[in-house]
């Protein structure tokens, strides 16, 4: 980060420009990236010691820490204006006033071993008064933008001190005009006591162990009437304040909880007491990219642009196996073989181990990409375990399997009666026809891909992804409705999604996010049912792969499972053979019972009229949805280009009433 001089960083200031800045002396730092109605502080953030005092100093290490209100700074990285105090308290204290900030002795502790001299004084001093110096040119800037503004001022305490249980969340408000700013500090207190931290009791109180009468309340609130200042002390539960250590996860909890609450609570006052007019919060957030994202994408995307598992799970002898499972009357199962292996499973780890993920300062995106390094440790896991008994814990460990309710909403769809105004016998589209069909639909949606015959497929047809090819089965056969529903799935939301992710700036939609294949083919099988293109038959062969992904995990064979769709339900052999290679390849892949939990969930996003174009940035997860809008809205990826035809022209699927009611069955 740039070192600037205090008179620099204020003419910044008043020219309204961006930057991130440390003072020259490295007492604090200063971010600008977007001029908003709030900013926020974590004055005790640091514990920095000038070299000159460092043996004079008579508190050590450790107790110096423990009076600083460490990651505090931390907690508001994700928002564009922060200023950290990166010098330790006991240099200098900046909740202090001048007169008193520097200590002879605090919390009844001699704090040097011999007295400090006028020269050293002064320069803390100085420091001090330069901090203020530039808060000062903040607050008026932002008073002069928007009229009005709110400054949160993050601290941190030790609880251990006290013999009755204190708050988690304390707001000092003794020297705030409460009378003047009540509803904001009452919707700050809700904001807080929204916060569930894992294993923590959230209690929240105003002046309860602490009373806001720190100076940098004091000096905005005395110099900027239009100012509220919300200080606000954390209870200190995410370290031990006995031996220093720290709990990362709560403070990634925290982290993310407090950036949520205090974008709320800026959206509520700036609506009411500010000249700002947007709605949305996350406009409240910058729109810079941070150069961190750009750095870990590209380097993610270079390790795994050629990782398709997919590519590797299908068998390469499918059809010579079929045969010769026809050939010894279904009673042996086949052996499959696979394509080896281009990538070596530990070096691929140790490489994206190295990525630094912790330089990306919003806590959401940083999580986003950690989250996609982590999903690929168990790929690599999966991929590196094909053919072999671990492949199958490997996919229950990525994939899971199904839940009582999938079994339930399969069982519900195979129970159904046949439907009979659909006929029993149609004709098949030649394969010129089939594929001229595929060819106009990418076509109209204007995406150049590649259409191949290609007998790895295992079912009909098939979406490469790193390639941007779309696979058919040499043999396949369609029907209009079939073909309509494959051009539906294959191409309204698989090659739209790898589309859309290869003109966005960043890469990590087009590796996928965890479990993008829930959401995949739930927007997949959502298309298929609002062109009009479901069948009973479609949607029973997606039930049977749930139940026999569960006989799978309970133990069955092959032949068990294969005998359980023919002489049970009177599956073709084909269909059987091919429902049941496709769940037994690699060792066990239980993913294809995703299709129906994804379509459930997908489909209740559509009925609550959640807008589904962000899930179509490219190979996305609904748990990452707010996420997902949150870049689009800040401009840090694009909307998505191509949008699934289906979803913005429903064709009249609610006048089918026999398949409005069976959808409706689903739970």
């Known amino acids: 980060m740039q070192q600037l001089k205090i008179s620099e960083i204020i003419k910044l200031i008043e020219q309204k420009k961006t930057f991130e800045a440390i003072a020259p002396d490295n007492s604090f730092s200063i971010k600008i990236n977007k001029y908003v109605p709030y900013c926020c502080t974590a004055i005790h953030d640091g514990g920095n010691l000038r070299d000159r005092l460092r043996n004079k100093i008579a508190i050590d290490d450790y107790n110096r820490w423990y009076e600083e209100d460490p990651h505090t700074g931390q907690f508001i990285d994700s928002l564009p204006i922060t200023i950290v105090g990166l010098d330790s308290r006991f240099e200098y204290d900046l909740n202090r006033k001048p007169e008193d900030c520097i200590y002879d002795e605090a919390w009844g502790k001699q704090v040097w071993k011999r007295p400090l001299t006028p020269a050293e004084k002064q320069a803390s001093l100085q420091k001090h008064h330069n901090f203020y110096k530039v808060i000062h040119a903040l607050i008026k800037k932002l008073e002069e933008l928007y009229d009005s503004c709110i400054v949160y001022d993050l601290h941190s305490y030790n609880y251990q001190r006290w013999d009755r249980t204190v708050p988690l969340f304390n707001i000092g408000t003794e020297r705030i005009d409460s009378a003047k700013y009540e509803t904001f500090i009452e919707n700050w207190v809700a904001e807080l006591s929204a916060i569930s931290l894992t294993g923590i009791e959230n209690q929240t109180a105003i002046n309860d162990v602490f009373f806001g009468r720190g100076y940098n309340l004091e000096f905005i609130t005395q110099n900027f009437s239009n100012t509220l200042v919300l200080a606000t002390e954390i209870k200190k539960v995410y370290s031990n304040e006995l031996t220093g250590e720290d709990y990362p996860k709560l403070i990634r909890e925290l982290q993310q909880k407090l950036k949520r609450a205090i974008l709320n609570n800026a959206q509520y006052f700036s609506e009411e007491n500010t000249n700002w007019r947007s709605k949305n919060s996350v406009h409240l957030l910058d729109k810079k990219t941070d150069p961190a994202i750009v750095s870990v994408d590209k380097k993610l995307f270079k390790l795994l642009k050629g990782f398709e598992l997919l590519a590797y799970v299908n068998p390469i002898n499918t059809n010579s196996e079929q045969k010769r499972f026809i050939k010894n009357k279904y009673a042996k199962p086949p052996k499959f073989k696979y394509a080896p292996i281009k990538i070596n499973p530990f070096e691929l780890k140790q490489q994206l181990s190295t990525l630094r993920t912790q330089d990306i300062s919003d806590v959401s995106i940083r999580e986003l990409y950690e989250s996609v390094i982590n999903s690929y440790f168990d790929k690599i896991d999966l991929l590196s375990a094909l053919g072999t008994k671990k492949f199958l814990y490997n996919s229950l460990r990525y994939f899971g399997r199904p839940s009582k309710k999938d079994l339930t909403n399969a069982e519900y769809i195979l129970h159904l009666p046949s439907i009979p105004s659909e006929p029993k016998r149609v004709p098949f589209l030649s394969m010129d026809e089939a594929m001229g069909a595929f060819k106009n639909a990418l076509d109209e949606y204007g995406i150049d891909c590649k259409i191949e015959l290609s007998k790895r497929v295992i079912s009909q047809v098939m979406v490469l992804n790193s390639k941007k090819t779309i696979l058919i089965r040499p043999d396949a056969k369609f029907t209009r409705k079939e073909a309509n529903a494959l051009i539906e799935h294959e191409i309204g939301v698989h090659m739209v999604t790898t589309q859309n992710s290869s003109d966005e700036k960043l890469n990590i939609f087009n590796l996928g996010l965890p479990m993008n294949t829930m959401t995949q083919e739930g927007l997949a099988i959502l298309s298929e049912y609002l062109s ?71 489909l209740k996003l559509w009925k609550a009229d959640i807008n589904l174009s962000p899930l179509l940035v490219g190979k996305t997860s609904m748990d990452f949805y707010n996420t997902i809008n949150e870049m689009i809205e800040r401009e840090i990826i694009a909307k998505p280009k191509h949008i699934t035809k289906s979803f913005e022209h429903p064709i009249d699927y609610q006048s089918n009433e026999i398949y409005e009611y069976i959808i409706s069955g689903l739970s």
Request: aromatic share 14%.
């Open 532 to 602: 009009g293109n479901i069948t009973l038959k479609r949607l029973k062969k997606i039930a049977f792969r749930v139940v026999i992904t569960d006989m799978m995990c309970s133990g069955a064979d092959f032949i068990e499972c294969f005998n359980f769709l023919v002489n049970r339900h009177g599956v073709s052999t084909n269909d059987a053979y091919i429902i049941v290679t496709r769940i037994f390849r690699g060792g066990g892949f239980t993913k294809d019972y995703l299709y129906l939990s994804g379509f459930e969930k997908i």
